[in-house]
Antibody, heavy 119, light 108 residues
Framework: QVQLKESGPGLVKPSETLSLTCSVS????????WNWIRQSPGKGLEWIAF???????NYNPSLKSRVTVSLDTSKRQFSLTLSSVTAADTAVYYC?????????????WGQGIPVTVSS | EIVLTQSPATLSLSPGERATLSCRAS??????LAWYQQKPGQAPRLLIY???NRATGIPARFSGRGSGTDFTLTISSLEPEDFAVYYC???????????FGPGTKVDI
């Protein structure tokens, strides 16, 4: 059974860097794309980025200058760093597995980790 | 960038009623659209992919249809556990960028 679980600090100070890790259990780590998605309080879903074992990545243009994602297949983990955070980055951050064919969908999600940006 | 709009924002119905949710894309996405259900405090759950295919374990009362720019998610007879927020999602071809609609809340 596939499970994803986010980990990282729940509180980050403004201007600092947010770092999160998603641990994947079950299933193949190389077949799929691995994504980060966030949801601000009371708001909708915002895609952040994906990574793939080939090294392929892409980022939401609105966040591209501040985001890095990477995948460690040996640890079965992928990570997100978001630099220069502000209060606008306060959100629940989800990691999700992407099934990709001609289209894409997210079939497995982590439980989400709430992150607050505050001094 | 493809923009997804969903209507209505809120749908107030009773158990047993039929729910019809709409998602419209700003340009054609072919049949490449997915639907998710999200309950408070939970992660989204995949319901439908490629416009009309039910994900594993999703009850038959959920159905999706559409292509191009107009899509519909139908819940044939609402169960108490179906009251939630529903989002549509698409991925642009190149560069691969994902967008979600703003959501439709189905409540009692």
């Amino acid at each position: 059974q596939v499970q994803l679980k986010e980990s990282g600090p729940g509180l980050v100070k403004p201007s600092e860097t947010l770092s999160l890790t998603c641990s994947v259990s079950g299933g193949s780590i190389t077949t799929y794309y691995w994504n980060w998605i966030r949801q601000s309080p009371g708001k909708g879903l915002e895609w952040i980025a994906f990574t793939h074992y080939t090294g392929s990545t892409n980022y939401n243009p609105s966040l591209k200058s501040r985001v890095t994602v990477s995948l460690d297949t040996s640890k079965r983990q992928f990570s997100l760093t978001l630099s220069s955070v502000t209060a606008a980055d306060t959100a629940v951050y989800y990691c999700a597995r992407e099934e990709r064919f001609s289209s894409s969908w997210f079939d497995y999600w982590g439980q989400g980790i709430p992150v607050t940006v505050s001094s | 960038e493809i923009v997804l709009t969903q209507s209505p924002a809120t749908l107030s119905l009773s158990p047993g009623e039929r729910a019809t949710l709409s998602c419209r894309a700003s340009q054609s996405v072919s049949s490449y659209l997915a639907w998710y259900q999200q309950k408070p405090g939970q992660a989204p759950r995949l319901l439908i992919y490629d416009a009309s295919n039910r994900a594993t374990g999703i009850p038959a009362r959920f159905s999706g249809r559409g292509s191009g720019t107009d899509f519909t998610l139908t819940i044939s007879s609402l169960e108490p556990e179906d009251f939630a927020v529903y989002y549509c999602q698409q991925r642009s071809n190149w560069p691969p960028i994902f967008t979600f609609g703003p959501g439709t809340k189905v409540d009692i």
